[in-house]
């Protein structure tokens, strides 16, 4: 996709029916024709997309999976509820100083030959510490390494392939292609817990590793497979400007775009006083409080993931034009909904609302996310992920460590409804704000690099 900065005005584009969209692949206006419900697929219509999707179940799985496995295996080792936050910290911490700089190196390089590159590692990491679960020689301390090692390799590389990922479609099939990867993510959400609990309760903890690195392995092909069908032109790597201007000029635009600064607040909210609170005290509350093994450890996070892969389905299918009801909603249950997990008794009723947590989650997050690819032009889209990466892991980051303290000093259930209305404070602020602003569908006016 182009370096270059983005025109004031892009011509509208026109799909089968005759309708008008944006670029990126909105229909801007209140009286937009309606069209049939499966638009939010069409970036599978494009064959190095559909080679992508495929890759990314692998890929998420090859995610989920170790980051279900590290907070268990600290568990087993007898780890407080603020080392466990610790370590899970540790995952986090790389992307306040490495997501920024993934973002512009997505502006500024080959961004195939990164993704390959981070797939190597992954396998390599993944391999690594297989190797020390098998030999027994796994410590807390190399937990943490391990999970900072992981976080490191997202930093980079989501930023990268956000920006990737539109190359593989025609730009009006943007939207299209972001709903689809945080459903293929999603999916993997879903069943990375559960296979991971049943691997670690019939074959043990370092099954997982084994498998992270194998389909990391498989990835890293199918980038070379897929590369064939991306669209010429798309990207132009442009190191015409210092990294530190290519850090202005996205950072200038992020907090200038309404759509896109607004967008980093909810999800800043959401991370560190939701996602990181239920992350990090998930197995400590699935043991302590539920009395499960490893295998219900897995099951629990799995209707998280269950109730994220619906959602996701359900925000593809109907969520187009105005993003701001979705977002309201998403940031709102999340906060009820992280409440009632503090305050529930049954296991049954745990599960239900670990589902719906699940499901807000994603109704906030995938809307936030397609509302921010939709403002942002090509040129910046690579600097634009990587402060999303920034805001989404590093205030998860301090949320983990947060939520890991508050557990230590005032219980598990505390710790869950100290965040709760934390996070419902922030969503009302930002939802009355939201309101006041024009909540553009297609970049207008982006700012040079």
């Not at 590692?121 to 090692?149: C, K």
Request: charged share 10%; net charge positive.
């Amino acid at each position: 996709m182009p370096d270059t900065p983005a025109t004031p005005a892009e011509p509208a584009l026109t799909d089968a029916t005759g309708a008008e969209e944006s670029p990126q692949g909105e229909v801007p206006g209140p009286g937009r024709p309606r069209r049939g419900r499966l638009r939010g697929f069409r970036a599978l219509r494009s064959p190095g997309f559909r080679i992508y999707f495929v890759g990314m179940l692998f890929r998420g799985l090859a995610m989920w999976m170790p980051l279900v496995a590290i907070p268990w295996l600290a568990v087993e080792l007898g780890a407080t509820p603020a080392e466990v936050g610790i370590i899970t910290g540790f995952f986090f911490l790389p992307t306040l100083f490495v997501g920024p700089m993934g973002g512009v190196l997505a502006d500024r390089v080959e961004r195939r030959n990164v993704l390959i590159g981070a797939q190597l590692f992954a396998a390599v990491l993944s391999g690594l510490i297989f190797v020390l679960v098998v030999t027994g020689t796994q410590t807390l301390p190399i937990l943490a390494l391990a999970s900072f090692g992981f976080g490191l390799l997202i930093a980079i590389e989501v930023p990268v392939r956000q920006a990737y990922m539109t190359e593989l479609v025609p730009p009006k099939d943007t939207s299209s292609a972001a709903s689809l990867h945080a459903t293929a993510w999603n999916t993997t959400r879903l069943l990375g817990p559960v296979l991971a609990g049943l691997m670690i309760a019939t074959l043990g903890s370092a099954t997982p590793f084994l498998f992270a690195m194998l389909a990391s392995l498989g990835v890293s092909v199918s980038f070379v497979w897929m590369d064939r069908y991306r669209e010429k032109g798309r990207q132009r790597a442009d190191r015409s400007h210092s990294i530190l201007s290519d850090l202005r000029g996205g950072a200038a635009f992020a907090l200038g775009e309404p759509v896109v600064r607004w967008s980093l607040v909810l999800i800043w909210a959401a991370a560190m006083f939701g996602i990181a609170t239920f992350m990090t005290l998930a197995p400590i509350y699935a043991q302590e409080e539920l009395g499960l093994g490893a295998d219900g450890y897995g099951a629990f996070l799995g209707a998280s993931g269950a109730g994220a892969l619906t959602a996701a389905l359900l925000v593809t299918v109907f969520a187009h034009g105005d993003r701001c009801p979705w977002l309201a909603a998403g940031v709102l249950a999340m906060a009820v909904i992280v409440a009632g997990l503090a305050v529930a008794q049954s296991t049954g009723v745990v599960f239900v609302l670990a589902f719906l947590l699940g499901a807000a989650q994603i109704t906030l997050a995938q809307n936030a996310l397609v509302s921010v690819h939709s403002a942002t032009p090509d040129a910046l889209r690579g600097r634009v992920m990587g402060i999303w990466v920034m805001t989404f892991q590093g205030s998860s980051l301090f949320g983990s460590i947060l939520s890991g303290w508050l557990a230590d000093v005032t219980g598990v259930r505390a710790a869950m409804l100290v965040g709760a209305l934390a996070l419902a404070l922030v969503g009302l602020v930002a939802i009355v704000v939201i309101r006041r602003v024009t909540w553009r569908l297609a970049p207008v006016g982006a700012a040079s690099a």
